[in-house]
C-alpha cells in the first residue's frame, strides 16, 4: 500500500476498543510500524541553526515548514532526537492535515481520526488552536469542536479524556491557515529548551536551546571548535552546551516527554537507545578539560557545578572561580593544546555579560571586552551577546535575537 493510500486507510479506521487484539494490530501497522511526518519548530533567527542540527541528526525529507520544518522518521527513531535536539523550541507528530470550510467539516475530518491509538486512557488534555485567513474564524469555536471530536471517538473506544489547564500532560496543537488544517501531538511536554540539567540558575539566566543555537551559527559561520571558554558563565549553560554539541552527548536523555504517555511509547526502546547514545558520545575525561566556565561570583561557580554534574559533564568541563580580566588561556589549557589555534580545531571565547537592569556601567564593559580579546585572546574567535541598544563594533558577523524579551545581538569577532 502506498504512503498516501495508507494515510487514508488510517483516517478512515474504524473504533476499536483500547487493549483488544485488532487495536493492537492497528498501533502496529498505523502508528509504530510507518514512518510519520514531524514538526520542529524554532524562533525564527535560529532556524539556520536547526536546519544544520536536523541535518547532523542525519534525518530524512527536512522541508521548511510554517515556523520551523518538517522531516519524517519512524516512532522508534524520533527517541534519539527528542534526546539529541539542542537548538529546537517543540516537536510534534503531524496527525493529519486536511482543508476545511465549517464547523461540521471539521468535526467530521477530527471524528475519523483514530485518537484511540495515540491517546492514553485517563490523559489530561490542553488544546492551543491558532487560525490564519480562514473561514472559521473564531478559535474559541474551533477549540470547541475539537473537543467535541475528540470526546466523541473516545467514548466509542472506551478512553477517558480529561480537560486541564493547570499541567497538562498532553497537549494537541490545530493550525489552521487559508482553510488548510493540521493536527499536531505535541510530543515534548515541558519545551525542549528544558534539559533538566539546570534546575538551579543566576539571575536572566540564558536559555539552553539559545545557547546551542549561537553555538551551531557559529559553526556554520567558522567551523567546530575544540576549545571552550566562557569567562562570564553565570549557571554553566554555555560551556555545558557546547561540550554536549562537540560530544554529541544526549542532554535530555533523562527529562520526561509527553511521548511516554502515548500507547506505542516504549520504555526498554527508550532506555536501549539512550544507553547506545551515551556509548557513542565522546565522554573520556582529558586531562585537562577543554571547556571551561569561569564566574567573579563564587556562588554563580557553585551552581555551574552541580549542573555540570547533573548534565554528565564532569570531568569534561572545568568550572573556575576567577575574574574575565585576570584570566588568559595559559591559565587554563596546556601549551599543547593552545597549539591547536590556527589549525584544524578552532578556539571560542562566548560571553554573555550582564546587561538590562543587571548593567550599570553602560557600554564600558562591552569595549573592555573586546579589548582585553585582542591583546590577551590573540587566535580566538569571541562571541558577544549585548543587547541591540548598544552601540558596538560590528566585527565580523552578527545575528539578532531575543533573550528574556530583550531585543540582542550576537557580535562575532
Not at 572545568?318 to 595559559?330: A, D, K, M, N, V
Amino acid at each position: 500500500m502506498s504512503p498516501q493510500n495508507e494515510r487514508e486507510a488510517f483516517r478512515g479506521l474504524a473504533v476499536k476498543r483500547r487493549g483488544t487484539k485488532p487495536w493492537a494490530r492497528d498501533l502496529k501497522r498505523y502508528i509504530r510500524g510507518p514512518r510519520h511526518r514531524w514538526i520542529v519548530t524554532a524562533p525564527f533567527s535560529f532556524r539556520p541553526s536547526l536546519r544544520r542540527e536536523l541535518e547532523e541528526l542525519a534525518l530524512q525529507s527536512i522541508e521548511k515548514h510554517g515556523a520551523g520544518f518538517c522531516f519524517e522518521a519512524r516512532i522508534s527513531e524520533i527517541y534519539s532526537v527528542l534526546m539529541r535536539l539542542q537548538c529546537a523550541s517543540r516537536l510534534f507528530l503531524l496527525v493529519d492535515s486536511f482543508r476545511a470550510g465549517a464547523a461540521e467539516e471539521l468535526y467530521r475530518r477530527i471524528v475519523t481520526i483514530p485518537w484511540e491509538l495515540l491517546l492514553h486512557d485517563g490523559i489530561a488534555l490542553s488544546v492551543h488552536v491558532s487560525l490564519r485567513r480562514c473561514r472559521i474564524e473564531h478559535e474559541g469555536a474551533a477549540e470547541h469542536t475539537l473537543y467535541q471530536a475528540l470526546e466523541r471517538r473516545a467514548e466509542e473506544a472506551g478512553v477517558f479524556l480529561s480537560v486541564s489547564t493547570d499541567a497538562p500532560s498532553q497537549m494537541i496543537e490545530l493550525f489552521g491557515e487559508d482553510n488548510h488544517f493540521e493536527l499536531r501531538l505535541d510530543a515534548c511536554g515541558d519545551q525542549l529548551y528544558r534539559r533538566g540539567y539546570r534546575p538551579l540558575v543566576g539571575p536572566a539566566p540564558i536559555r539552553e536551546n539559545v545557547a546551542a543555537s549561537l553555538l551551531q551559527w557559529y559553526r556554520i559561520e567558522r567551523g567546530p571548535f575544540s576549545l571552550f571558554v566562557d569567562p562570564m558563565c553565570g549557571s554553566g549553560t554555555f560551556p555545558i552546551e557546547a561540550w554536549a554539541m562537540a560530544a554529541r552527548f544526549p542532554l535530555a536523555g533523562h527529562r520526561r516527554f509527553s511521548i511516554f504517555l502515548w500507547p506505542v511509547f516504549s520504555k526498554a526502546a527508550w532506555n536501549w537507545e539512550a544507553q547506545r547514545l551515551y556509548d557513542e558520545a565522546d565522554t573520556t575525561a582529558t586531562d585537562e578539560p577543554l571547556f571551561w566556565g569561569c564566574d567573579r561570583d563564587q556562588k554563580m561557580v557553585h551552581i555551574s557545578k552541580l549542573n555540570g554534574e547533573r548534565a554528565g559533564a564532569a570531568g569534561n568541563v572545568g568550572f573556575l572561580h576567577e575574574e574575565f580580566f585576570h584570566l588568559s588561556p595559559q591559565s587554563l589549557f596546556s601549551s599543547n593544546h593552545l597549539s591547536r589555534i590556527g589549525g584544524k580545531g578552532g578556539a571560542l571565547l562566548a560571553i554573555n555579560p550582564p546587561y538590562g537592569v543587571r548593567l550599570k556601567g553602560g557600554d564600558n564593559l562591552f569595549v573592555r571586552i573586546i579589548d582585553r580579546k585582542e591583546q590577551v585572546w590573540e587566535g580566538w574567535d569571541l562571541l558577544l551577546l549585548a543587547p541591540r541598544s548598544l552601540s558596538l563594533p560590528s566585527g565580523k558577523k552578527s545575528i539578532d535575537f531575543e533573550n528574556g524579551g530583550i531585543p540582542m545581538k550576537c557580535i562575532l569577532f
